[in-house]
């Protein structure tokens, strides 16, 4: 019976609140263990005592001995709580299998960011240190960069198409989460490296007879996956010798909007981000930017004008 309702629920998510694929997997794997444990807790006890409020905090327990983290155990909770406001939707028959969410306290850790200088020398383009065909070379180069240079998610990414390009304004057109579209400006020189790329990209789709939309291919013509870009990413950084992943180059991008003057909700709607809340984390800025910013505007900063 809760097995069925949890699938009924991913599809809800699917279909009705159009969740990734990534959020349905992730809210499986947070519900699925909770589930398979109070069926067995509902097998063992009398019909007299089949709901015992204890059960979330028994589970709970058994996760923290297993050295779960409060992160981890929050994010459950979060799942948790939307299954059983949907499972409230669904009528009395699921009462019994509704409790009282507590709530979990963790500190929150912001993902790094690379500082401005190194991010500017790793996009210094020099076809001539790759080893790669041109083609590739460029494919791996733009996507790095287009990760910075837009603060884009590797599914985004992995979505864009050639129609979602517009060379007269300088815009891309992103599909994001839930399926909203948003544009999001892409600069100069980007625009340059983006009409190199293209025209290898003609020769290449060309070569493999391909009539993929997308606008980044592989080996074989097809669209990149979401676990190439990974996987190219890393290898690019290595080469560089620098470490990042497309969420610290997107964290990157909205920081060094931020310490550059942007305002927080221009960076929101580039972003994608539903809440400002959201947006909100990246609002850290270096201590050497906040030491500068000091010493440039307070009159006892000793800095001599």
């Known amino acids: 019976m809760l097995q069925k309702a949890l699938l009924d629920f991913l599809k809800y998510l699917e279909q009705q609140k159009h969740r990734s694929a990534n959020t349905l997997a992730a809210y499986r794997r947070d519900l699925k263990p909770w589930l398979d444990f109070l069926e067995e807790q509902y097998r063992l006890m009398t019909q007299t005592n089949k709901h015992d409020p204890l059960f979330l905090r028994i589970y709970l327990r058994r996760r923290t001995e297993k050295k779960n983290s409060n992160r981890s155990l929050a994010r459950f909770l979060s799942a948790l709580s939307s299954f059983q406001k949907f499972l409230s939707w669904q009528g009395p028959r699921y009462k019994e299998y509704i409790f009282k969410v507590p709530r979990v306290k963790f500190s929150s850790t912001l993902p790094r960011f690379i500082p401005q200088k190194e991010a500017l020398d790793m996009l210094k383009n020099d076809s001539a240190r790759g080893d790669k065909t041109p083609y590739f070379y460029w494919r791996d180069f733009l996507t790095v960069a287009l990760f910075y240079v837009t603060g884009i998610r590797r599914e985004e990414l992995a979505r864009l198409k050639l129609a979602d390009f517009d060379p007269d304004r300088g815009l891309l057109t992103v599909l994001g989460k839930g399926n909203k579209e948003r544009l999001v400006p892409v600069g100069e020189r980007t625009l340059e490296?983006?009409?190199?790329?293209?025209?290898?990209?003609?020769?290449?789709?060309?070569?493999?007879?391909?009539?993929?939309?997308?606008?980044?291919?592989?080996?074989?013509?097809?669209?990149?996956?979401?676990?190439?870009?990974?996987?190219?990413?890393?290898?690019?950084?290595?080469?560089?010798?620098?470490?990042?992943?497309?969420?610290?180059?997107?964290?990157?991008?909205?920081?060094?909007?931020?310490?550059?003057?942007?305002?927080?909700?221009?960076?929101?709607?580039?972003?994608?981000?539903?809440?400002?809340?959201?947006?909100?984390?990246?609002?850290?800025?270096?201590?050497?930017?906040?030491?500068?910013?000091?010493?440039?505007a307070h009159p006892r900063s000793g800095l001599k004008k």
């Open 193 to 296: 490296d983006i009409h190199k790329y293209l025209s290898l990209r003609e020769t290449f789709a060309q070569s493999k007879a391909s009539a993929a939309p997308q606008f980044f291919l592989n080996r074989q013509g097809r669209a990149l996956s979401v676990r190439s870009i990974n996987r190219l990413v890393n290898k690019f950084a290595r080469k560089e010798g620098v470490k990042f992943t497309p969420h610290t180059l997107r964290h990157s991008f909205a920081t060094h909007l931020l310490e550059n003057g942007a305002d927080l909700m221009l960076i929101k709607e580039i972003l994608g981000h539903s809440s400002l809340s959201t947006t909100q984390k990246y609002t850290h800025v270096t201590a050497e930017v906040m030491k500068k910013v000091y010493q440039k």
